[in-house]
T-cell receptor, first 112, second 113 residues
């Protein structure tokens, strides 16, 4: 049973650039949530996708956008990168929007 | 006041002892509670969830929830050095039918041999 997968594992970008992170949910899961985790902090909710629509959004600027595909996989896009965007980006999948969430391995983004 | 509060630790316990990790929350509308374990440099791993007042046991782990006191805890019996990690408490609130997790900053647990 494949778990949640994310790519890439690590990424280094320069301020002002754009980045796309990818996530494939666990088999049987149809909902994907994205979180940002800064060093020493708990994960912060960015947004959640269900049925290819953004269903809920946290306190993140519009520079953060996403997409969900018909196969339930998802992308997180961040435009105009800032140094403060450096973090571990986590994707979590669940069966429906009301069930337990399981995290992927994360993508470590470094903005220089 | 933070929505979810945890003591950052570290909480140090000897091998074989019971580790008690605590979490308080401010929103009485919170419905479900989760404990995740996160090893350094890794992603969070779900270890327990609890929805109702009382205790829930799973192997060496027991989650305890007291909604009146807005308190949730995780007990780890027979602690092992491999339990050394950061333990994240999270809650889920219902918001128009779609639910997000709100995390605390985590408690670092150190189990010494």
């Amino acid at each position: 049973d494949a778990g949640v997968t994310q790519s890439p594992t690590h990424l280094i970008k320069t301020r002002g650039q754009q980045v796309t992170l990818r996530c494939s949910p666990k088999s049987g899961h149809d909902t994907v949530s994205w979180y940002q985790q800064a060093l020493g902090q708990g994960p912060q909710f960015i947004f959640q996708y269900y049925e290819e629509e953004e269903r809920q959004r946290g306190n993140f600027p519009d520079r953060f956008s996403g997409h969900q595909f018909p196969n339930y996989s998802s992308e997180l896009n961040v435009n105009a990168l800032l140094l403060g965007d450096s973090a571990l980006y986590l994707c979590a999948s669940s069966r429906g929007t009301g069930y337990e969430q399981y995290f992927g391995p994360g993508t470590r983004l470094t903005v220089t | 006041q933070k929505e979810v509060e945890q003591n950052s630790g570290p909480l140090s316990v000897p091998e074989g002892a019971i580790a008690s990790l605590n979490c308080t929350y401010s929103d009485r509308g919170s419905q479900s509670f989760f404990w995740y374990r996160q090893y350094s440099g890794k992603s969070p791993e779900l270890i327990m969830f609890i929805y109702s007042n009382g205790d829930k046991e799973d192997g060496r782990f027991t989650a305890q929830l007291n909604k009146a006191s807005q308190y949730v805890s995780l007990l780890i019996r027979d602690s092992q050095p491999s339990d050394s990690a950061t333990y994240l408490c999270a809650l889920r609130r219902v918001n128009t039918g779609f639910q997000k997790l709100v995390f605390g900053t985590g408690t670092r647990l150190l189990v010494s041999p």
